[in-house]
């Protein structure tokens, strides 16, 4: 997945300005930044939902220039799933749609309903499931359409802490299971350096760009009381903060008496 010099608009809002990133096949890229810098639109612009006005996107060297089973996108919630449908329905619903045949319908339900640990309970309905498993439903069925990338925006921000902890260890099982390039939003630093290979800072918006690119040179499973992964998380904190900084100024907050929360400090 390539972006050069990509521009994005709404209107006359200039979101998101000369993006060019160069994230390898089979990599695992997390982009952070500051909240409303542009983050979810780069993302939907790379899934083929939102048009570029500058630049261009490809995967593998072909133009992205709309939706496509290719690039699977993992929503924040999962309400994207359909109640209707049983879990394997969900999962099938994809490859269905792409022709394929019951029995491999059946198969890939199957295999991917097992990379996220759910086979059993593949005959239940999306409402009888807890929200982490509902978002591993969600990521089978993207992985389903065996997508050249995925795309996820903030997969497990409305998942609790224990079970966003779980989801997080599973993730990197799946995705180096799948093999699959993934380009992964969150707001959370932690999660960022647990799961990436390179880290994309975005700068405050409007007309955000790619501020600096970190690489996680830290062996798998990750360990967070690594020196290497406390240095980077300061690093990381100290450029994050200081576009969250610019954002509130922009916003007319004022930063420089006390009323700077920990957050943002
Ligand atoms: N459909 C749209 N029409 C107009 N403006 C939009 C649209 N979508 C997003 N924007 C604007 O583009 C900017 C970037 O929004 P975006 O949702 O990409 O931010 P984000 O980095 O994902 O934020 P968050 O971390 O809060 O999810 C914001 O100023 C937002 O108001
Ligand atoms: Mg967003």
């Given at each position: 997945m390539s972006a050069t010099g990509v521009g994005i608009r709404f209107g006359s809002f200039?979101?998101?300005?000369?993006i060019s990133l160069d994230i390898a096949a089979g990599e695992f890229l997390c982009l952070l930044g500051p909240s409303g810098c542009g983050k979810s639109t780069l993302l939907s612009a790379m899934a083929g939902f939102v048009p570029v006005a500058a630049g261009g996107l490809t995967v593998d060297g072909a133009p992205i220039s709309g939706p496509d089973p290719d690039l699977g996108m993992v929503f924040q919630s999962s309400e994207a799933l359909f109640d209707w449908m049983t879990v394997r329905q969900n999962v099938a619903f994809g490859p269905r749609m792409r022709g394929r045949s019951r029995a491999e319908r059946a198969e890939l339900a199957d295999t991917y309903l097992g990379l996220v640990g759910l086979r059993h309970c593949a005959d239940r309905f999306p409402g009888q499931l807890s929200g982490g498993m509902r978002q591993r439903v969600q990521i089978a069925r993207v992985l389903a359409n065996e997508p050249r990338v995925v795309l996820m925006d903030e997969p497990f921000g409305a998942l609790d802490a224990q079970t966003r902890q779980v989801m997080q260890d599973e993730m990197g099982r799946i995705w180096r299971a799948s093999g699959c390039t993934v380009v992964f939003v969150t707001h959370d630093i932690d999660e960022a350096i647990l799961l990436a290979d390179r880290i994309a800072v975005m700068t405050a918006g409007p007309a955000a760009s790619v501020k600096d690119v970190y690489p996680v040179e830290l062996p798998r499973p990750?360990?967070?009381?690594d020196p290497a992964a406390v240095e980077l998380r300061r690093a990381l904190r100290e450029d994050i903060g200081e576009e969250v900084r610019k954002a509130l100024r922009d916003q007319g907050l004022d930063l420089d008496g006390d009323a700077m929360t920990e957050e943002t400090r």
């Open positions: 200039e979101a998101v300005r000369d990750r360990d967070e009381t």
